[in-house]
């Protein structure tokens, strides 16, 4: 019974990408690779600039989603101090907040700080949405690590930020990777974000650029290039997904232990 409702579950989530990924080699005369190509050659459709600035919006915003959630939840799962759940409590509460509602408050404050219609300004806006998610993830990964480990590690003369990154960053390991998979399909995958904070067609990420696809012909919406588009940015998550499905479950087990 298990496995037929896994099974069914499985057809479920996959028939859409399958059939996005039919549709997207399916032309008027057969099968071939011509959407692919209108895809990358249409005047509105995805150039190398676009593809770049996925790569360089999801690279900053896994690195800095990894960065202050790796030292936020050592803090919270390692020491002890005033106003420690409290202020836990606060980083979780952001996720009550819907972030959409906030959008052109912060599309007004990265103008303040001059990172507006900027890779860098979208890239802090999606790490602070992952954050709260992110910190409770390593501070539980962190909480399951035996203490004895960390300890054994200050005896041998290490530091506390040396015990860190040689012992306690190597023990969670599944965690970061989970953290950085979700920060990664996130960013990839952000339409409404960059629709508000990003006005340059050159700073457009892919999604931007697949959306804003159009055929010159009365506006119509080319629907095998969207698909080709669909197909082509979903490639690289499911490689992803694959590769580090394993660390994926871990981190999880990880973060349900000690949750």
């Excluded at 005047?43 to 790796?70: E, K, P, R, W, Y």
Aim: glycine content about 8%; some cysteine; overall charge positive.
């Amino acid at each position: 019974m298990r496995r037929l409702t896994g099974a069914a579950l499985a057809i479920l989530f996959l028939f859409p990408l399958a059939w996005s990924a039919f549709a997207s080699v399916r032309t008027k005369s057969g099968f071939g690779l011509e959407n692919y190509a209108r895809l990358f050659t249409s005047d509105n459709g995805i150039h190398f600039q676009h593809v770049f600035n996925s790569v360089a919006v999801s690279a900053l915003t896994v690195g800095g989603t990894l960065l202050v959630s790796g030292l936020g939840g050592y803090a919270f799962g390692r020491f002890d101090f005033p106003g420690k759940n409290a202020l836990f409590l606060l980083t979780l509460a952001i996720l009550m907040v819907p972030y959409a509602t906030i959008l052109i408050a912060l599309y007004v404050l990265l103008g303040w700080i001059g990172l507006q219609d900027s890779i860098i300004g979208l890239s802090l806006v999606l790490i602070m949405f992952q954050l709260p998610f992110s910190v409770f993830m390593m501070r539980n990964s962190f909480e399951a690590v035996p203490k004895e480990l960390e300890e054994a590690a200050l005896l041998d003369g290490c530091g506390t930020f040396q015990a860190l990154v040689r012992v306690m960053l190597p023990a969670v390991k599944p965690g970061l990777i989970t953290v950085g998979l979700f920060a990664f399909l996130t960013s990839w995958s952000e339409f409404f974000a960059p629709l508000i904070l990003l006005n340059s067609t050159d700073k457009f990420t892919m999604m931007l650029a697949v959306v804003n696809m159009r055929t010159a012909t009365f506006g119509a919406i080319d629907y095998a290039a969207l698909e080709a588009g669909v197909t082509f940015m979903a490639v690289p998550c499911l490689v992803l997904f694959l590769i580090l499905q394993r660390s994926y479950v871990r981190g999880f087990m990880s973060g349900a232990l000690r949750g």
